[in-house]
């Protein structure tokens, strides 16, 4: 893109781009004293040396105060357009050089951070730092969870003991009654059986009977 620029090393502003979204920007060339040349140069935090010569810092950095015409401007209600001589930069500008913080030291802020966050989070904690009596208290306090732990667990415990006793005598109970039945059963086939045999002894005299009856009856057709 064309146009002025500003030099600042973080800063955006650019002459067309502000014309066409309607921003109002002033570009300001390098002032003439050199303390103040030398605060600007600092100011813009560029890597490398450059000749100020033919860059602008845009009016986004200076404060109002740092403009000789700010009442004039004011009373018009316009944008004030110049600078004092001593007008220093102020304002949007970047907070470090990035180049003066090399990747080393970059990782060991990073660790430097890590460290005072867990620090932190270490003196968040009750069991850090915590006092002798604050110790015991926290001692008794996990030997009561405990024995509270134990207690419910027995109870736990003692009630499927109590349960596995009951079916235990459910099951015997119910061996007594089968033994019972199986006894009764025996008593009913031992019955049977002797019904049985009387039974067969009375068909077997009858057809003894019988047999007798007629081999008599054909003797006696013989004789007569
Ligand atoms: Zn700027």
Redesign the pocket.
């Known amino acids: 893109m064309t146009g002025t620029v500003?030099?600042?090393a973080t800063?955006?502003?650019n002459s067309e781009r502000a014309k066409k979204e309607g921003e109002l920007?002033r570009f300001f060339t390098f002032p003439k004293k050199k303390e103040v040349l030398k605060q600007w140069v600092r100011l813009c935090r560029r890597k490398s040396p450059f000749d100020p010569k033919n860059k602008r810092?845009?009016?986004?950095?200076f404060a109002l105060d740092q403009y000789e015409d700010m009442i004039e401007a004011q009373i018009k209600n316009t944008m004030p357009k110049r600078l004092k001589e001593t007008a220093i930069p102020s304002l949007?500008l970047p907070l470090v050089p990035e180049h003066t913080i090399s990747q080393r030291s970059k990782r060991m802020e990073l660790k430097e951070q890590k460290r005072i966050v867990e620090s932190l989070l270490i003196d968040e904690a009750p069991k850090e730092n915590a006092s002798p009596q604050d110790m015991s208290a926290c001692s008794s306090n996990s030997l009561l969870q405990d024995i509270s732990n134990h207690q419910s667990q027995h109870e736990i415990l003692n009630q499927k003991y109590i349960a596995l006793k009951e079916q235990c005598e459910k099951l015997k109970n119910q061996a007594q009654q089968d033994k019972a039945e199986i006894e009764n059963l025996i008593t009913t086939n031992k019955k049977l059986q002797l019904s049985a045999d009387h039974s067969q002894n009375t068909l077997n005299a009858k057809v003894y009977q019988h047999f007798k009856d007629g081999h008599q009856a054909s003797t006696y057709n013989k004789e007569y």
Do not use: G, L, P, Q
């Open positions: 500003c030099y600042v800063c955006k502003s920007i810092i845009c009016s986004k950095h949007n």
